[in-house]
Structures are given as C-alpha cells and as structure tokens.
C-alpha cells in the first residue's frame, strides 16, 4: 500500500452513503488518504437528505457529483468499500474489498438517513485505525 492509501467508495447510485462515507474520510483523514467515490449507475444529484445530515455535522457534500467508477480509479486504489452494489461492483484481484451493509438512504427523510451518517462514521473511524491514519479532526 501507498504512504497515502487511496479509498473508493462503491454504491449503486453513488448519491448517499458513498457520498456520506467520502465526506467522513476527507474530514478525518485530511491530506493522509485519497478518496475517490463512485457507482455503478450514478444518479442525478446527491441525496438531498445525505446532504442536510452530514451538514447537521459540520460537513458539506453539496457539491458533490455522482460519477460512474472508472477502470483507471479501480488500478489506483488500495481498499475498495462496497455499499450495496452486489455484482453490479467491479472487482481486480490484488485489491483489498471490504463490504459495508448499509441501509439504502434513498427516499429517506433525514431522520432516517441520521444513524446511517452515525454508522458510516464509526465504520470510517475504525478504517482510518486500520490504516494506520491518525484522524486530522
């Protein structure tokens, strides 16, 4: 692995807990990791409740865009995260998969998306430890 491990993040639309897993790596690692987020059929636009319950803690993911995952990501990445995706998510030997079950944010309201937010950041904390990456915040 790379002095600066680089983390992509795998969800079908790649518009709420990719999304929401990207922000909480960004924030915690700082400089320490590269993030990249992507989906096998990206949506539109985020979801907006991912967006308000990150913001509610201090994290902005407005701007984000969901993007379809790229063969050139995949060769540049040292953990891969899948969130839902099943067999729709690419797999290259060599590279280490970790699966996250998480429930599927999609036409949530907020106070549903909240403790998906919750679980994605302790799932992140405990990456970020596996890592070797000291959290920036």
């Given at each position: 692995m790379a002095d600066r491990p680089t983390v992509l993040f795998l969800c079908v639309h790649n518009?709420?807990?990719?999304?929401?897993?990207?922000g909480w790596l960004r924030t915690l690692a700082?400089?320490?990791?590269?993030?990249?987020?992507?989906?096998?059929?990206?949506?539109?636009?985020?979801n907006p409740a991912a967006v308000e319950a990150m913001q509610e803690v201090g994290i902005d993911i407005a701007d984000a865009q969901p993007q379809r995952w790229t063969?050139?990501?995949?060769?540049s990445t040292d953990v891969v995260v899948t969130m839902g995706c099943g067999d729709e998510c690419?797999?290259?030997?060599?590279?280490?998969?970790?699966?996250?079950e998480l429930p599927d944010p999609a036409g949530q309201g907020v106070e549903a998306v909240r403790p998906i937010r919750d679980d994605i950041e302790r799932r992140?904390?405990?990456?970020l430890d596996e890592l070797g990456v000291t959290p920036a915040a």
């Amino acid at each position: 692995m790379a002095d600066r491990p680089t983390v992509l993040f795998l969800c079908v639309h790649n518009a709420g807990r990719s999304q929401m897993a990207a922000g909480w790596l960004r924030t915690l690692a700082g400089d320490g990791v590269r993030v990249l987020s992507a989906g096998s059929r990206p949506a539109d636009a985020v979801n907006p409740a991912a967006v308000e319950a990150m913001q509610e803690v201090g994290i902005d993911i407005a701007d984000a865009q969901p993007q379809r995952w790229t063969d050139e990501a995949l060769a540049s990445t040292d953990v891969v995260v899948t969130m839902g995706c099943g067999d729709e998510c690419p797999y290259v030997p060599g590279t280490r998969y970790l699966d996250w079950e998480l429930p599927d944010p999609a036409g949530q309201g907020v106070e549903a998306v909240r403790p998906i937010r919750d679980d994605i950041e302790r799932r992140v904390r405990g990456l970020l430890d596996e890592l070797g990456v000291t959290p920036a915040a």
